[in-house]
């Protein structure tokens, strides 16, 4: 039964896939896909009160992390894919997508979300890579879903950088699993691999690591192998953006934190902190300064998307529990406030025929409901309370200052604040800005759309409150993650 | 076998993968680096038998005899299938003449000799010894990746280092995990698949396969 549990989150997604590869998208087989993604949220929930579990002969392992990461895939695809029905109805009518394309939709996304669910579940460094690579393929196609030649570009861009950025990922794992054939250990288990840690050569881990951090950061949209990012989150069709930003960027994350794990218990601390301070530092500036002359709203939020990952960085660098639990939440309260925020994107895409941001002056005028939801998100974004990231960033900044990082907190801030004024200045020109001549209202939001709009909201905004029956899941996860006292 | 004989085997073989990898650099007719990429597979092949049989392994040939399937075999054929329907069979101009690139190939030799430094000093079998040259061909993968402007030569480019990679493995470890390996190549397989598509879906939108056109997005 326990077993189950675990295969489950796989298992379900995989048996909607099949579904739909069968049946088609039509009106019923629509809402397949949000009915999986209920039942993948629901698994996360069951395996999060169930403490550590395995299946398939230990090569699927659940513990505490893992659930974490699977309620976050959960919530994140269950926003994307119930706002999925409306979109594909909208660009039907459009005439950008067709039967076929809607069939290979349903299919793909299903499959990325399995495989998703597979990467946080693997109990080794090899099947964690080939889920990871797994994902990389199935997005490809879903990026270039318009077949326009944006997307076209976007998508070869995408399969190329992330490809070569996981074949250093793969060369770091083979080159850790020769340090620990000679450790007398030959596994891949990180489990085993850094309960063994002190006896894998450091010479050669030092190697493996680096190339792991890059190779991952490539998938996590760190610098220096961010390039694709931009293309791949502002072509894809809205709901796959949510999907990527929200939930894939976090699980290529995750992986760098299973490193972490390993890498500190053979190199001691100071190797992967510097490596990612490193990373992050870079990341946030990349971000500050592509954002302040940024034209095009999807693309904005795109690089937000690096800037958070940034953060991430910082504060697995920083590496103590209190660090540790503002990741974790940082990334759950990312996922719910990007999903929202580019699932919005795409309704106001589907509106204008443009993504630019002059294109969209006067929006809080023209349509108030897409607008307000649209600037919660970005304040949510930018860190302001009630919402759950405001309290992430101080936990991070805190923690920082106590561990003696405070320099690169405080580089980071002073970044922040640009990246909060470029985007401030951005927003406010879309919402109270002079709109084209010709600006009439818009088509109303669909309440198939609005409503996990306002949920996605509603849940980052109490996390900022509370954490609830949370907090002991986020303790419990960052102590495996390697939290230091 | 005899030490003797199998490191001149083992050498040979190794020999073989890092020449097919520099004469990428060299030929420019796209059809001739599928053939250079499908030689290259045939010496990791026999890179792979050649380890499994020192070893007395027979589950190391079989895996090689898979490896070679899919890198020999299969790969090739794809791409073929997709320069016959991709039309035009020579690279352009490519960002770096031939002179310069197999001079930048000696200096990414030594840069992978330093490189691979603390793996070959952790053991130093005759299998670990040759990983510089398995270095240097990921590296000249990785050159081939960003200097050459068709979709199927920087395809030929990733492979490369995907090859490079393989051989790693082997040759450090004898191989990572079935389960892995099975992964990997299902992966490497299907990401080909993809960039097929997408090399379809290029010609279609962009009536050709070089990579200049694609500057639509930029920030």
């Known amino acids: 039964m326990d077993s189950l549990l675990v295969i489950a989150p796989v298992a379900v997604p995989v048996a909607a896939a099949g579904l739909y590869a069968v049946l088609g998208w039509n009106r019923i087989t629509a809402w397949l896909g949000t009915l999986s993604a209920a039942g993948l949220l629901a698994c996360a929930i069951a395996l999060s009160a169930a403490g550590r579990h395995d299946a398939l002969g230990g090569l699927l392992v659940s513990d505490a992390l893992s659930a974490f990461m699977l309620l976050v895939i959960g919530a994140v695809a269950l926003l994307a894919m119930a706002a999925s029905p409306a979109y594909l109805v909208a660009e039907l009518a459009a005439g950008h997508t067709g039967p076929r394309a809607m069939r290979r939709y349903g299919v793909l996304t299903q499959a990325f979300i399995a495989a998703m669910a597979l990467a946080v579940l693997a109990s080794s460094l090899g099947l964690l890579w080939v889920a990871i690579e797994a994902t990389t393929i199935l997005t490809a196609l879903l990026v270039g879903h318009r077949r326009t030649r944006q997307a076209t570009e976007a998508a070869w861009k995408y399969v190329v950088i992330c490809s ?82 929200g939930a894939l960027l976090s699980v290529a994350f995750y992986a760098i934190l299973r490193v972490k ?55 697995a660098a920083i590496g103590n529990s209190l660090a540790l639990v503002a990741v974790l939440l940082h990334i759950l309260g990312h996922g719910l406030g990007k999903s929202v925020l580019f699932l919005s994107a795409g309704q106001l895409h589907q509106a204008l025929g443009s993504s630019r941001i002059h294109a969209t002056g006067g929006l809080l005028a023209r349509a108030p409901l897409l607008a307000g939801v649209f600037a919660l998100g970005l304040l949510a974004l930018l860190g302001l309370p009630p919402f759950s990231l405001f309290a992430s960033e101080l936990g991070i900044a805190r923690a920082g200052f106590d561990a003696g990082l405070g320099w690169a907190v405080a580089a980071a801030l002073v970044l922040m604040l640009l990246i909060v004024a470029a985007i401030g200045r951005h927003a406010l020109r879309m919402l109270l800005g002079a709109g084209p001549d010709e600006a009439g209202s818009l088509s109303v939001l669909p309440r198939t759309v609005a409503t996990p709009l306002i949920a996605g909201l509603a849940a980052c905004a109490v996390l900022g409150i509370t954490l609830g029956p949370l907090h002991p899941l986020l303790q419990a996860a960052a102590t495996i993650a390697g939290a230091t006292p | 076998m005899t030490d003797a004989m199998y490191i001149q085997l083992l050498d040979l073989a190794c020999g073989a993968f890092l020449l097919t990898g520099v004469l990428v650099l060299w030929r420019r007719e796209l059809s001739a680096i599928v053939w250079l990429f499908a030689l290259q597979g045939v010496a990791l092949t026999a890179l792979v038998v050649i380890l499994g049989v020192r070893q007395d392994s027979l589950e190391l040939i079989m895996v090689g005899v898979g490896v070679g399937a899919l890198r020999a075999g299969l790969l090739p054929y794809l791409m073929r299938r997709a320069l016959v329907a991709g039309g035009a069979g020579r690279e352009t101009q490519p960002l770096v003449n031939v002179a310069t690139s197999l001079l930048v190939a000696a200096v990414l030799a030594m840069l992978a000799y330093a490189l691979s430094q603390p793996l070959v000093r952790l053991s130093p079998t005759p299998a670990t010894q040759t990983v510089p ?87």
């Not at chain 1, 053979?266 to 992050?280: E, H, K, M, P, Y």
């Not at chain 1, 592509?290 to 991430?312: F, N, T, V, W």
């Not at chain 2, 081939?144 to 068709?150: A, F, K």
């Open chain 2, 133 to 219: 040259i398995a270095l240097t061909v990921l590296l000249i993968g990785f050159f081939v990746l960003v200097t050459r402007r068709r979709a199927l030569s920087q395809l030929v480019g990733f492979l490369l280092m995907d090859n490079a990679i393989t051989a790693t493995a082997f040759l450090t470890t004898s191989g990572v995990p079935l389960v892995v390996e099975l992964g990997i190549s299902l992966d490497v397989l299907l990401a080909v698949l993809v960039l097929q598509v997408l090399t379809t879906w290029m010609c279609a939108v962009f009536g050709g396969t070089d990579l200049d056109e694609l500057r639509e997005l930029h920030d």
């Open chain 1, 261 to 315: 794990v390993i890498a500190d218990a053979a190199l001691g601390a100071g190797f992967t902190r510097a490596l990612l301070v490193i990373v992050a530092l870079a990341s946030l500036t990349v971000a500050a300064l592509l954002l302040i002359g940024q034209r095009d709203y999807k693309r904005l939020l795109a690089y937000s998307s690096i800037e958070h990952m940034g953060l991430l960085a910082l504060g």
């Open chain 1, 164 to 245: 070569v950025g996981i074949a250093l990922a793969l060369l770091g794992i083979v080159i850790a699993y020769y340090a620990s054939t000679h450790a007398g250990v030959a596994s891949l288990d990180w489990a085993v691999l850094a309960e063994h840690a002190g006896r894998l050569d450091p010479g050669v881990m030092r190697v493996a690591v680096m190339l792991l951090v890059l190779g991952f950061g490539a998938k996590a949209g760190l610098a220096p192998m961010h390039a694709w990012l931009p293309d791949a989150h502002s072509q894809a069709p809205a709901p796959v953006s949510a999907l990527m930003s």
